[in-house]
């Protein structure tokens, strides 16, 4: 009896991701964390302690939230929602945070602190390595609790959804032909 080999294909978009993809999140949490490094390492840390423990704070209680969220959500909601709702939701508090001091600060004249700023960034920046480290396709703000909880639903990586469509476009066309290729011969 001839076994044939498991079908090779992308999956689906929002929870796989291909070898482009998982790769280009490296990168990104790489551009975000460098500069960030950098920073910190060449900062007086007596003069600039206070505001790093701050931001440490914040990260916890970002990690915390999200995982929460995660959590409370997960089969409840996130299993059966669309994707871009699933997204939506755990994308919206990281824009807002991130964009906010460009846009949200000059419209209202609140400003957020920078501490946050700089918290949100570490743990997108961290979220991105660790989405590459498991292979998760989705957004990326989900892989921490992913890891913890050990459950996945379909979101978006909001500036990497394209990529992945592609990256899936091409890899299952190859299959296609693959498998035509192997009709064809038998």
């Known amino acids: 009896m001839t076994q044939h080999a498991k079908r090779p294909g992308f999956g689906t978009v929002g929870l ?16 975000l964390l460098a500069p960030i ?7 007086d840390l007596l003069d600039s302690g206070t505001f790093y423990l701050e931001a440490a704070l914040y990260l916890m209680g970002i990690t915390a939230a999200y995982v929460f969220v995660y959590w409370a959500l997960g089969e409840r909601f996130f299993s059966r929602a669309n994707a871009w709702i699933n997204t939506a939701i755990l994308v919206g508090p990281a824009f807002a945070v991130g964009w ?16 946050l700023s700089l918290a949100m960034f570490v743990y997108i920046g961290i ?25 996945r639903y379909v979101t978006y990586c909001i500036p990497l959804v394209a990529l992945d469509a592609v990256e899936k476009k091409i890899v299952d066309s190859r299959a296609d032909k693959h498998d035509a290729l192997i009709r064809g011969a038998a």
């Open 37 to 43: 490094a950098y920073a910190v390492l060449t900062s």
């Open 127 to 151: 979220s991105f390595i660790l989405q590459w480290r498991i292979g998760y396709g989705g957004c990326e703000v989900v892989s921490i609790p992913i890891i913890l909880l050990r459950r």
């Open 16 to 31: 796989d991701v291909g070898v482009v993809g998982r790769w280009s999140r490296l990168v990104w949490g790489l551009l």
């Open 100 to 115: 906010w001091p460009v846009i949200g600060a000059p419209l209202t004249g609140i400003e957020i602190p920078e501490a």
